[in-house]
């Protein structure tokens, strides 16, 4: 299984802040928006990983995520020159995902719950088409939305409806077999001129092999492409560390825990970072094993 990360994109609901950089890059509360959704791919085990964002951003991503080594991972990247649509990623990382399967997670989606991590290495084990993980919402109007049956399979998506038929909002991870890479060479723009993701899982849908995950209490998703959501999940983030003493998304402390790096390796991270509150964390980590 590859993972892809689409850090792209214009940012301009972020607009004055992203003028100069892109919006995967602010910070949500104590870590860069990126290390979120690379979290999530390493807690799925995932190890093999290629972001796509602009040619004026890859470089910044470059320096702040270097090959990834560091956290026992690969990190590639890939330049989407102008933004066409969520699909667009399967065109630009074909190449990349060879003739594995494919899990796809949108730069500025933030997912979190103690279940959540066995959710998503159920999904990856068991998906047989493709797999979308979804959330109630009261706007699903903002979102594509996937209407279920009494029995909890998918009958109907819908692009941002102005007259949605559930409120479960499709989020911004996807699980697919091999086949998506030709899926999404073969749809057509929509009207508003994008390869819509929604299309992609409609060609699963259709032949029956498009799963289900909901997502509901006990676990948190947010999309932080607007400045409210920006400092609600900044908020939200620091609450949680400040009240349990552990931090969300820390890479370096998902690459130990997952046994991608060693001690020895997590000792030489710590004596890179200096004397900073975050060291001081990854030391308790190594040293106390906390939980």
Known sequence: ?????????????????????????????????????????????????????????????????????????????????????????????????????VCLILG???????????????????????????YPVKDPWRYGVITMDKDGRPVDIQEKPEAPKSNYAVTGLYIYKNEVLDIASRIKPSARGELEISDVNKAFLSSD???VIRLGRGIAWMDTGTPEALLEASSFIRTLENRQGLKIACIEEVGY????????????????????????YLGKVLKEDIY
Do not use: C
């Open 209 to 211: 092999r498009l799963s």
């Open 108 to 134: 500025d989606n933030l997912f979190y719950g103690v279940s959540f991590p066995k959710y998503l290495q159920e999904a990856i084990s068991d998906n047989k088409g493709g797999t979308v993980f979804v």
């Open 1 to 101: 299984m590859k993972g892809i990360i689409l850090a792209g994109g214009m940012g301009t609901r972020l607009y004055p802040m992203t003028k100069v950089v892109s919006k995967q890059l602010l910070p949500i509360y104590d870590k860069p928006m990126i290390y979120y959704p690379l979290s999530v791919l390493m807690m799925g085990g995932i190890k093999d990983i290629l972001v796509i964002s602009t040619p004026n951003d890859l470089p910044l991503y470059r320096s702040l995520l270097a090959d990834g080594q560091a956290w026992g991972i690969s990190i590639s990247y890939a330049e989407q020159p102008r933004p066409e649509g969520l699909a667009q990623a399967f065109i630009i990382g074909r190449d990349f995902v060879g003739d594995d399967d």
């Open 257 to 280: 825990r997952m046994g991608y790096i060693g001690a020895a390796q997590m000792r030489a991270l710590i004596d890179s970072l200096g004397d900073g509150e975050y060291s001081q």
